[in-house]
């Protein structure tokens, strides 16, 4: 059975930082793809980064471009979001997933992914 836990969200002052991790159980990462997707109240879930090591993908929402990196560690079966220079509008409920694969034109849509996480709170206050 895939599990999806998510951790390390909480507040932060605009400009700072934080970084999301996204444990994986009942499959390895480095054979899926993994995505972070976030989303407000009353709003659509929004793609912010994928990565897909088998494929050599990774791609991000251009709202994040240079202050956000995703990465994985394989060998802890770990995915991380690593957010820095955060705004106000970076806040909300952040979810990680898997999929089976991804292509770089689909990675950041929600309909590729059947497993996800509990989501995990990001709140940046200015």
């Known amino acids: 059975q895939v599990q999806l836990v998510e951790s390390g969200g909480g507040s932060v002052q605009a400009g700072g930082s934080l970084r999301l991790s996204c444990a994986v159980f009942g499959y390895t990462t480095s054979s899926y793809c993994m995505g972070w997707f976030r989303r407000a109240p009353g709003k659509e879930r929004e793609g912010v980064a994928a990565?897909?090591?088998?494929?050599?993908?990774?791609v991000y929402a251009d709202s994040v471009k240079g202050r956000f990196t995703i990465s994985q560690d394989n060998a802890k079966n770990t995915m991380y979001l690593q957010m820095n220079s955060l705004k106000p509008e970076d806040t909300d409920m952040y979810y990680c997933?898997?999929?089976?694969?991804?292509?770089?034109?689909?990675?950041?849509?929600?309909?590729?992914?059947?497993?996800w996480g509990q989501g995990t709170q990001v709140t940046v206050s200015s």
């Open positions: 990565i897909y090591i088998g494929a050599n993908i990774i």
């Open positions: 997933a898997a999929a089976p694969w991804c292509s770089g034109a689909s990675a950041l849509r929600q309909d590729m992914y059947p497993y």
